[in-house]
């Protein structure tokens, strides 16, 4: 019987700009890295900043790195922190 369940997940990370006016003037502020589950497109990426940041928002993504990691976790813990789905 297997002791670990391991599986890989792709997050991406989306660096994005919001235009703002401050004393009168356009400026481009920097948005903290966001991460998202799923291999995100710009499309994808635009969306997901604008659910943080607001439906109004202005902005725009600068980069979109995307990776794959593997995790393992024992099937003791697995079976203690699951939720059980009914059919």
Same mark, same amino acid.
């Given at each position: 019987? +297997?002791?670990? %369940? @391991? +599986? &890989? #997940? =792709?997050?991406?990370? %989306? !660096?994005?700009?919001? #235009? *703002?006016?401050?004393?009168? *003037?356009? &400026? ?6 966001? /991460?998202?589950?799923? !291999?995100? @497109?710009?499309k994808d990426a %635009? *969306? ?8 109004? =928002?202005?902005? @725009?993504?600068? /980069? %979109? ?13 697995? #079976? !203690?922190?699951?939720?059980?789905v009914e059919k």
């Amino acid at each position: 019987m +297997r002791n670990t %369940i @391991t +599986r &890989t #997940m =792709a997050t991406s990370e %989306i !660096k994005g700009f919001m #235009m *703002k006016v401050v004393e009168g *003037k356009p &400026t481009v502020v920097e948005l903290p890295v966001l /991460t998202v589950t799923g !291999k995100a @497109t710009e499309k994808d990426a %635009i *969306k997901e900043l604008k659910k943080v940041h607001g439906k109004d =928002a202005n902005v @725009t993504v600068g /980069t %979109i790195e995307c990776h794959e990691d593997t995790y393992e976790i024992s099937v003791e813990d697995f #079976m !203690k922190y699951a939720k059980k789905v009914e059919k």
